[in-house]
Every structure is written in structure tokens, then in C-alpha cells.
């Protein structure tokens, strides 16, 4: 079963000159459980809208999207999806461990709980010492992963990823992929991952999308067999990379 | 600097210089220093000053300190100053409520905001001398013409700069606290509150302040008891000695507040900022 299926999606934005802009146009895109799908695409394609619509945060204006087979209108599972942004978006007036507690108190999760979890998953993202640092007096890659437990301390079943590592150094940017791969083999959830690095996409992926701009539309769909872990370095990576490339 | 702590215990660095700890400590006997010179200063010009003008225009500095020690030893000196007190209090305390909510309220909606702006601009421009005649006239002889006085001088200030602080929200907490279904409540609290609360302690600062001020000019007017009442009092006998000595007393208790209350709650309040504003 497909934990996210987007049917046909189109979505317009209003233009200041009364015009509108065509954004996303019959988008089809099938996530299948436990599955890593990314999707590339230059800036402008339309992907951080896609994925605004599958988090229910942007209606479509045509089609419709199911997660974990029910239509997304009707969808109240909301808790088991999260959502992790470009930006890292901590708040500076709280230290780690209140950054990561942050996804728990929508859910009303009693205290003693929140402290736990909140716990285990800054160990999960190897955090431990650093509960009470506030964000200022964290490192960019620290702050990620703040960031990443955060998204992961509801236990989501679905993670949506817009880019949450390019403004990371290189160096970084790998641990997080790995740290990304290892937490995903542990808890098993399903994660779509937008990204404009088509190398981010193959190391990650099982599936990637090639989104084309005005308006955003699949150009192509690649599987990815290549085994984990894979080495952003490797000739096998380039050549997929390449592969890719000539579609954008 | 490397994304993976080298060990759970290492101590941050963030690579910048640390102060040396003896330097401080300097700056601030130096500091110190600086003020009781000014201390002496002042109560020097003013000893010189008074020996060339009769005591009820300038009374000299130990007749001050004598009519101070006398009113402090007097039975009603607590009494005025504890209700003066409260009265201030009870008027600050609910031009916060208020200004909070309603700052909050308007800056939410944008619809509400235009519709009560120019209310906004009217109460401010209200002389606070205004409010108190206007108090006397509806409370009369009670605790409740200062309180008023108070609220209104307070109200609008912590409410104007509350309304401002909610246009420098960070839209992207908002869009954060949405995915994960954070009700408009939720938001208002752990979102638009935290973002405020600096300005909202620098305008309550403010707003005290003059709350405090016209809180006397409210009490000549319309009250029977409390420091505005003495102060008038002594005025109307020529006991110029007892208006210092007030006068004084009112200072050293605004000091203390700021000393012991309002600096100690900033620290705690903004500690999560204070190295990233020194930077």
C-alpha cells in the first residue's frame, strides 16, 4: 500500500496582476511504505508547494491526495506526519530539549512522558549533553539535528523533508544523510524528501522524482537500486547523478 | 567545529573570546567608584545651594535627612506608602492583563486592528491630568480614581507596543506550530507570547514608570490618603523639608524595584539571548 499517493494534483497562485500562476500541474507521485522518494527539481518547480500539500498545509486546486489510504480531508492522523524545513526554525528562547518537547505539546503528551521521549530521542540523534544549550550556542550541524529530533519525537510515520540540509557544510551535510538512513532503519517510517542536489537524492532515495518548472511537472521517475550506504563519492553515484542530471 | 559532540560532556565552544574574569571586576569597582563621586558631588552642590536660600525654597541636606528620619519613625509614613503602593499596583497590574490581551487580540486579527486604532490614538492623547478629573468625577474620594489614572496612562502603552511585537513574529514558528496542528491558542502562547515578551518588559518598565508619576497627581486630586496627599499636605504648610523627604523616598523605592525585582527577572527572563546581544 502507498503511505502517500498524490493523484493528479494541480495547484494555481494568485498574481498580484490578477493573473495566475500555474504551479504544480497533474502531479502523480506514489510513496510506497517505508520508502525513501525524492524529489529534485530546480528552484521554481513547484516541490516545497507539493509537499505543503501533502502535509495538508496548502489545498490543491485539483486532485487529491491520500495518506495511508485516506483522503487527505478526512485524514486526523496528523501527529504521525512531520515536517522538517530548510531552516532549522528552533525557537531562541528554548534551550534543546524544549525545542524537541515542542512537537509533544500540541499533542497534550503529559510531562514525565515528554521528559523521556524528549530524552531518548536527543540520544537517538547523539544530542545527550546538550539538552540545555540554547540554539545561539549550537554549531549549524548540532541545530540540524535538534531540528531532526524534533520532527521525529511524535514518532511520525511520515517525514517530509524540504531541503533540510543545504545550508549544512559538505562534511555535514553526509553525517546527516547517514544519521538520516540509520534513524529511518530504526523507526521505519516513510520519507519524502525534496531537494534541488540531485547527489543528495541518489544517496538517499529508493525512488526520485524529476519535477520540470512553469508549471512543475514529473519528468521523469527513477528508481534507485543501488545498495545502502551509499558513497556520495562512488562511480556508481555519479553515473546515477548523470543519469538524472540530463532530465532537469 | 564538527557536528558530533566528541564527548556528551564537552563544554560549548562557539569560538568566541571568553571575557577574563578579573577585568570585570574591575570595571565594576571603577564603575562604583564613578557613582559615589557623583553622589558626593550633587550633595555638595546642594549643601553650598542651600546656604544662600531660606529652608522652606531650599532646605539643606541634613534638615532633609532629619525630616526624613522623623517621617519614617511617624505611625501613618507605611500606611501612605502601602497604599500608594498598591494602588499603583492593582492599576499596573491590570493595564497588563488588558494591554496584553487585547495587543494580542488586535495584532491577530487585522480587521480589529484598523477597526480600533484610532480609539487607540484617542486614549493616548488624553493629558493624564485628563483621566484624573475625569476619575474624580466617577469614583470620587476612592482607591479606584488613582487606580484608574494609573490603567489609563499604563493600558495604551503596553498595548500599543504589544500590537507592534506581534507584527515581529516569525511567520515561520507560526507555519512550524501549524504542522504540527498547534491550536490558535497554542500559537498565541508558545509562539507570539515568547516573541514579545522583551518589548513587553522594556514598555511595562516605561509604563510603571509614568503609571507610578501620575499615580501622585492622581492622589492631590482625588484620594484622602497615600504620598500624593502628603505631598500636598506639606506643600500647602511650606514644609519644604517633608517634600524631599518624600521626594527621596519615592526615588530610593523605584531604585530598589529596579535593583532587586525587574533587573534580577530580566536576567532569568532573557537568558537564552544574553551572549547572542553581547556578540
Same mark, same amino acid.
Request: hydrophobic letters at 50%.
Given at each position: ?6 493523484? =493528479?494534483? =494541480?495547484?494555481? %497562485? ?70 522538517? %524545513? ?57 541545530? =540540524? ?15 517530509? !523533508?524540504?531541503?533540510?540540509? =543545504? ?21 521505519? !517510517? ?59 | 567545529?564538527?557536528? /558530533? ?18 577585568? +570585570? ?6 564603575? *562604583?567608584?564613578?557613582? @559615589? ?68 487580540? &488586535? ?24 483621566? +484624573?478629573?475625569?476619575? @474624580? ?7 479606584? #480614581? ?15 507596543? /504589544? ?7 516569525? +511567520? ?22 515568547? #516573541? ?9 518598565? &516605561?509604563?510603571?514608570?509614568?503609571? *507610578? ?17 502628603? &505631598? ?14 518624600? #521626594? ?12 532587586? /525585582? ?18
Amino acid at each position: 500500500m502507498s503511505v502517500v499517493k498524490v493523484q =493528479s494534483v =494541480s495547484k494555481w %497562485f494568485p498574481r498580484r496582476d490578477g493573473e495566475s500562476l500555474h504551479v504544480l500541474q497533474n502531479i502523480d507521485l506514489d510513496v510506497p511504505e517505508k520508502a525513501i522518494v525524492a524529489i529534485v527539481g530546480a528552484s521554481g518547480c513547484g516541490k516545497s508547494t507539493l509537499l505543503n500539500i501533502i502535509a495538508g498545509l496548502v489545498k490543491p486546486d485539483r486532485g487529491c491526495v491520500f495518506l495511508n489510504g485516506v483522503k487527505a480531508s478526512d485524514f486526523e492522523d496528523w501527529r504521525s506526519l512531520t515536517y522538517m %524545513f530548510q531552516e532549522d526554525r528552533l525557537l531562541p528562547w528554548r534551550t534543546a530539549a524544549q525545542n524537541v518537547a515542542f512537537g509533544l505539546e500540541a499533542a497534550g503528551v503529559a510531562r514525565p512522558e515528554r521528559r523521556e521521549r524528549v530524552a531518548e530521542t536527543l540520544a537517538l540523534v547523539g544530542l545527550s549533553g546538550f539538552a540545555d544549550a540554547y540554539p545561539h550556542e549550537l554549531s549549524g550541524g548540532m541545530r =540540524s539535528r535538534v531540528a531532526l529530533a524534533r520532527s521525529l519525537v511524535t514518532r511520525p510515520s511520515i517525514l517530509l !523533508m524540504d531541503e533540510p540540509f =543545504s545550508k549544512l557544510d559538505p562534511s555535514i551535510r553526509t553525517q546527516m544523510h547517514d544519521e538520516v538512513l540509520r534513524i529511518k532503519e530504526l523507526m521505519g !517510517m516513510t520519507i519524502v524528501f525534496v531537494t534541488h542536489d540531485v547527489e543528495e537524492a541518489v544517496v538517499l532515495a529508493d525512488k526520485v522524482v524529476v519535477l520540470n518548472p512553469r508549471p512543475g511537472r514529473v519528468r521523469e521517475t527513477q528508481e534507485i537500486r543501488l545498495p545502502y550506504p551509499r558513497d556520495p563519492l562512488s562511480p556508481d553515484v555519479a553515473e546515477q547523478a548523470r543519469l538524472l542530471r540530463r532530465s532537469l | 567545529m564538527s557536528a /558530533v559532540p566528541s564527548s556528551p560532556a564537552a563544554p560549548v565552544d562557539d569560538g568566541r573570546p571568553k571575557p577574563v574574569p578579573g577585568a +570585570a571586576r574591575d570595571r565594576r569597582l571603577k564603575l *562604583a567608584a564613578l557613582r @559615589l563621586a557623583l553622589l558626593v558631588a550633587l550633595l555638595a552642590i546642594w549643601q553650598v545651594a542651600s546656604l544662600g536660600a531660606p529652608p522652606f525654597v531650599l532646605p539643606s541636606p541634613m534638615r532633609v535627612w532629619e525630616a526624613w528620619t522623623a517621617l519614617v519613625a511617624s505611625p501613618t509614613f507605611w500606611k501612605d506608602l502601602g497604599v500608594t503602593f498598591e494602588r499603583i499596583v492593582t492599576g499596573f497590574a491590570l493595564a497588563a492583563v488588558f494591554g496584553v490581551a487585547i495587543g494580542l487580540i &488586535l495584532g491577530a486579527s487585522k480587521t480589529l486592528g484598523e477597526f480600533f486604532e484610532p480609539v487607540l490614538t484617542l486614549i493616548t492623547t488624553v493629558s493624564s491630568a485628563i483621566w +484624573a478629573i475625569f476619575a @474624580l468625577i466617577w469614583f470620587g474620594l476612592s482607591n479606584w #480614581t488613582t487606580i484608574f489614572v494609573v490603567f489609563m496612562t499604563a493600558m495604551p502603552l503596553i498595548l500599543t507596543t /504589544v500590537w507592534q511585537g506581534t507584527r515581529t513574529v516569525n +511567520a515561520d514558528f507560526v507555519e512550524l506550530a501549524r504542522t504540527f496542528r498547534m491550536s490558535q491558542a497554542q500559537v498565541l502562547a508558545k509562539i507570539y507570547l515568547p #516573541t514579545i515578551l522583551p518589548l513587553f518588559f522594556s514598555s511595562a518598565r &516605561l509604563a510603571f514608570g509614568f503609571g *507610578a508619576r501620575v499615580s501622585l497627581v492622581a492622589e492631590t486630586l482625588g484620594a484622602s490618603s497615600g504620598v500624593g496627599v502628603r &505631598l500636598k499636605q506639606a506643600a500647602d504648610l511650606l514644609q519644604t523639608d517633608q517634600v524631599f523627604a518624600w #521626594t527621596l523616598t519615592l526615588v530610593a523605592l523605584m531604585l530598589a524595584l529596579e535593583a532587586l /525585582v525587574l533587573k534580577p527577572l530580566e536576567a532569568r527572563l532573557f537568558r537564552w539571548k544574553k551572549q547572542a546581544e553581547a556578540s
